[in-house]
C-alpha cells in the first residue's frame, strides 16, 4: 500500500500542511521538523505523486532544456550540474537537442510547451529570436543561458564572453606571440563576443588585426574538430604563418592543434593555442590544451536555482547572470615543464 502525507503526518504527529511545506521546500518550517520529516519520509521510502501534485498545483513540475548538441561536453555537463539541483527539489529534466537546426529546435520547443513545462531553459541556434511566444500559446517562463538575444527581453544565464576572448588573447601575447589568429564561430552571442575581445585586446597591444587571421566556421559545436581542422589547414597558408591561434572552443582547438602537428609543427614552439571551455579530458590530449574555463558546473548550478525562481514567480524583471571566466594554462602555451 502506497504511503501517503497523512501517514507521515500521523506518525510525526504533525498536520499534512506541514509535511507537504517540507515536500515543496518552504522556509516557513523549522529545521527539527524539516529533519524529522524528511528522516521518515526516507525511512518508509516515500514517493510523491507528481502528477496528483500537479492537478492540485498547476504546475507539472518539470523543467524542458533545448541545447544545439545533447552529446557536447560543454552541453551535456551544465544539463548534470543543472539536473542535481532540480532533483534536490523533486522536478524532473526533459533533454532535447536542435541538431544545430533552427527548424528542429522550434519542432522541439513546440513539443516542451505542449508537454507544460513550468520553465524553459534554452541554448538558442536561432540568429535571430524575436519572438518567442510565436512558438507556443501558453506564456511559459523561459531562459536563455549560453547563447543571449540583446534585444530580446529575457533572463539569461552565461559566461562573460568579451572577457574570454580579452584573457586568450592577452595570454598569447604575454608568452610573446605577435601573430595571432581566431578561429570563431556564426551567429551565437559567444561567437561575436569572443572575437570581440580578441579584436579589442590586440587593438590595446597595438598588434594589426589581420583579417586573413580570422577564420569563422559553421557547427563549431557538434562537428568542432572538425572545422579546427580544416580552419587551421586555411591559416596554415597565410603569408606569414600565425604563430598562435584563439580557438572558439576546446573542440575546434583540438581539430587545429592536430593540423599543425600533422604539417610537422611544435606546440607551442612553433605555434601556441588557446580554447575555451576546460573539457574534461582538456590535460590529457597529446599536447594538453591550455583552456578558458568558463565554470559550465556553476552556470548549470545557477541556472537550475533561477529556474526554480521562476517556476515559484515567473512574472520577474529580466535579468542576466554572467559567470567570470579564468584561464588554465597547460602545454600548449606553456610547453613542458
Request: proline share 5%; glycine share 8%; hydrophobic share 40%.
Amino acid at each position: 500500500m502506497a504511503v501517503r502525507l497523512k501517514d507521515i503526518a500521523h506518525d510525526l504527529g504533525v498536520s499534512v500542511v506541514t509535511v507537504s511545506k517540507v515536500l515543496r521546500g518552504n522556509k516557513d518550517v523549522g529545521p527539527e521538523t524539516r529533519r524529522r520529516v524528511l528522516k521518515r519520509m526516507k525511512e518508509l521510502n516515500y514517493q510523491p505523486n507528481m502528477l496528483a501534485r500537479g492537478l492540485a498545483s498547476g504546475k507539472t513540475y518539470t523543467v524542458g532544456l533545448v541545447v544545439p548538441d545533447l552529446v557536447h561536453p560543454f552541453f551535456a555537463e551544465f544539463a548534470k550540474s543543472l539536473s542535481e539541483v532540480l532533483r534536490k527539489s523533486s522536478r524532473a529534466l526533459i533533454l532535447a537537442s536542435s541538431e544545430e537546426d533552427p527548424e528542429i529546435e522550434r519542432q522541439e520547443i513546440r513539443t516542451l510547451l505542449r508537454r507544460g513545462i513550468d520553465v524553459l531553459l534554452i541554448a538558442s541556434c536561432q540568429s535571430n529570436l524575436r519572438n518567442f511566444y510565436e512558438l507556443g500559446e501558453e506564456r511559459t517562463p523561459y531562459l536563455l543561458f549560453d547563447r543571449n538575444f540583446p534585444h530580446l527581453a529575457a533572463h539569461f544565464v552565461g559566461s562573460d564572453d568579451l572577457k574570454v576572448g580579452e584573457i586568450a588573447t592577452c595570454h598569447l601575447i604575454d608568452i610573446g606571440k605577435k601573430r595571432i589568429a581566431h578561429i570563431g564561430g556564426k551567429h551565437t552571442s559567444p561567437a561575436f563576443d569572443r572575437l570581440r575581445g580578441y579584436r579589442t585586446v590586440l587593438a590595446e597591444k597595438g598588434l594589426p588585426e589581420k583579417p586573413e587571421y580570422v577564420v569563422l566556421c559553421e557547427r563549431t559545436e557538434e562537428a568542432g574538430d572538425k572545422a579546427g581542422f580544416q580552419a587551421m589547414k586555411e591559416l596554415l597558408r597565410r603569408k606569414p604563418r600565425p604563430d598562435a591561434i584563439f580557438c572558439y572552443n576546446d573542440l575546434t582547438a583540438i581539430g587545429a592543434m592536430e593540423a599543425a602537428l600533422e604539417a610537422g609543427l611544435r606546440i607551442p614552439e612553433d605555434i601556441a593555442f588557446v580554447g575555451c571551455g576546460n573539457l574534461r579530458y582538456a590535460e590529457y590530449l597529446r599536447v594538453p590544451l591550455s583552456s578558458i574555463d568558463h565554470g559550465t558546473g556553476e552556470l548549470g548550478r545557477i541556472a537550475g536555482e533561477f529556474a526554480l525562481e521562476l517556476s515559484a514567480k515567473p512574472d520577474q524583471d529580466p535579468k542576466s547572470i554572467l559567470v567570470p571566466p579564468k584561464l588554465v594554462a597547460r602545454t600548449s602555451t606553456m610547453g613542458k615543464s
